[in-house]
């Protein structure tokens, strides 16, 4: 099991920017290259929703409410991917999750808190 390893989050005011982080470290480059990396979002009492993911190729997807704000990346070398937020909204208040899906099996980090006040 190779865990994953979120960094970026905090407060940020409205109109801001953050971005986050999630590195993969010690996966092997061709597992990693091949995954679909994603970024979900979760508030207390809500279910957990997706935010963005990007699959082996490059293609991207992104939930409803952060097209156009939100840029979802992947570096292979670093076995990193990260998530640009731009112009955030007190609703985008939520802890953020990574994930990497390969092969039918999902992972998980812990989850980064972003907080964006008004």
């Known amino acids: 099991q190779v865990s994953l390893v979120e960094s970026g989050g905090g407060t940020v005011q409205a109109g801001g920017s953050l971005k986050l982080s999630c590195r993969v470290p010690?996966?092997?480059?061709?597992?990693?290259?091949?995954?679909?990396m994603a970024w979900y979002r979760q508030t207390p009492g809500k279910q957990r929703e997706l935010v963005a993911s990007?699959?082996?190729?490059?293609?991207?997807n992104y939930g409803d409410s952060v097209k156009g704000r939100f840029t979802i990346s992947k570096d292979n070398n670093r076995r990193s991917v990260y998530l640009q937020m731009n112009d955030l909204k007190p609703e985008d208040t939520a802890v953020y999750y990574c994930?990497?899906?390969?092969?039918?099996?999902?992972?998980w980090g812990p989850g980064t808190q972003v907080t964006v006040s008004s």
């Open positions: 010690g996966i092997i480059l061709s597992v990693f290259w091949e995954s679909t």
């Open positions: 994930s990497r899906t390969n092969r039918g099996q999902d992972y």
């Open positions: 990007i699959i082996s190729g490059g293609s991207t």
